[in-house]
């Protein structure tokens, strides 16, 4: 895991490799189901899949997340099937700048090694905790929460 600490403590740039169980058709498509988010991602207390707002843009994602109260963001998503999926931020209560992506490279064998960029900066000062938590604290989980997604995906079409 490499994090960015060179920045003020309102803004957190992370990014982070891990290699998930799955051919890289499968992973894409289990990572673009956002509406299972909530089943498997820690924090996430709802999702709401909106028309896109921008070209090229596949939908608009609207993400409520529990920390220490409830947010909610939402992000504009973007795809290059089966390799990327990214995104940035249209509008929030929490952050003034959310962008990140999944690259895929597919390793073969039923394996795909995938990393997760996030940049973000908060739309006024947060503390250290709650940076931490959305950037940084919560990306085992992630990727748990990921790899289980995958799992009931590849099982369950």
Known sequence: MTLDKKRRQSVSAV????????????VFEACRQYLDYPKFLPGVAGIEVLKAKEPKS??????????????????????????KIWWHLDESNLMKKSSGSWEFSDLGKGKTKAVYSLDVAFSMFAPQKIVDQVAKANLPGLMKGMQALIDHHRHHG
């Open 58 to 83: 596949v939908c608009q994602v609207r993400y409520e997340v529990r920390l220490i109260k409830v947010f909610h963001y939402t992000l504009n998503m973007f795809e290059e099937k089966p390799s």
């Open 15 to 26: 990014t982070i490799e891990n290699i998930f169980d799955g051919n890289i058709e499968q």
